[in-house]
T-cell receptor, first 113, second 111 residues
Framework: DTEVTQTPKHLVMGMTNKKSLKCEQH?????MYWYKQKAKKPPELMFV???????INESVPSRFSPECPNSSLLNLHLHALQPEDSALYLC????????????FGAGTRLSVL | SQQGEEDPQALSIQEGENATMNCSYK?????LQWYRQNSGRGLVHLIL?????REKHSGRLRVTLDTSKKSSSLLITASRAADTASYFC???????????FGAGTRLFVKA
């Protein structure tokens, strides 16, 4: 199984809502990533978890709150987002940290109204 | 700023033709990877080339790496309409965990 599953596929939320994005992998990977991607732009790294510990936070605003409950699961909690946060949010995992091959989920298309 | 810069930004070719995309980067690397992204979907890994390698092949893909020029190229031979996608190079940043993607080349293959 080389699949990274992201839910939901689409999400529309108001600026006062609280929602969560979910990412799951069962490949035994120990590093998991959140990326944000705007249209016609490359993915931008947001967070990296390694062995369930947050190892990189790319100065992401606190309205984005990551969580890694176990080695297979990664969440991104959203609160008080702005319209400019509308984007494709991608989750990825690698066997270990470092420049290993990243396996990506299909993404969650987020629209903030 | 982005580690990788790619050109062209967009490329339109006929089915059967070859497509070449270039990537330049700024700092030393251990590896360079190429990924493909179909519209609005996740990225799919295509090929990894290590800094001590100069050329690598995988099916219809050929990747070259010139560390002296800090550049790489991806050649897709005998392109197909299904190759229509965005292609990104990716390099490793400091600390090992950080992957930095180039700006990407949007390839359109006309049937």
């Amino acid at each position: 199984d080389t699949e990274v599953t992201q839910t939901p596929k689409h999400l529309v939320m108001g600026m006062t809502n609280k929602k969560s994005l979910k990412c799951e992998q069962h490949m035994g990977h120990r590093a998991m990533y959140w990326y944000k991607q705007k249209a016609k732009k490359p993915p931008e790294l947001m967070f990296v978890y390694s062995y369930e510990k947050l190892s990189i936070n790319e100065s992401v605003p606190s309205r984005f709150s990551p969580e890694c409950p176990n080695s297979s699961l990664l969440n991104l909690h959203l609160h008080a987002l702005q319209p400019e946060d509308s984007a494709l949010y991608l989750c990825a995992s690698t066997r270990t940290g470092g420049m290993n091959i990243q396996y990506f989920g299909a993404g969650t298309r987020l629209s903030v109204l | 700023s982005q580690q990788g810069e790619e050109d062209p930004q967009a490329l339109s070719i006929q089915e059967g033709e070859n497509a070449t995309m270039n990537c330049s980067y700024k700092t030393s690397i251990n590896n360079l990877q190429w990924y493909r992204q179909n519209s609005g979907r996740g990225l799919v890994h295509l090929i990894l080339i290590r800094s001590n390698e100069r050329e690598k092949h995988s099916g219809r893909l050929r990747v070259t790496l010139d560390t002296s020029k800090k550049s790489s190229s991806l050649l897709i031979t005998a392109s197909r309409a299904a190759d229509t996608a965005s292609y990104f190079c990716a390099t490793d940043g400091t600390g090992g965990f950080k992957t930095i993607f180039g700006a990407g080349t949007r390839l359109f293959v006309k049937a």
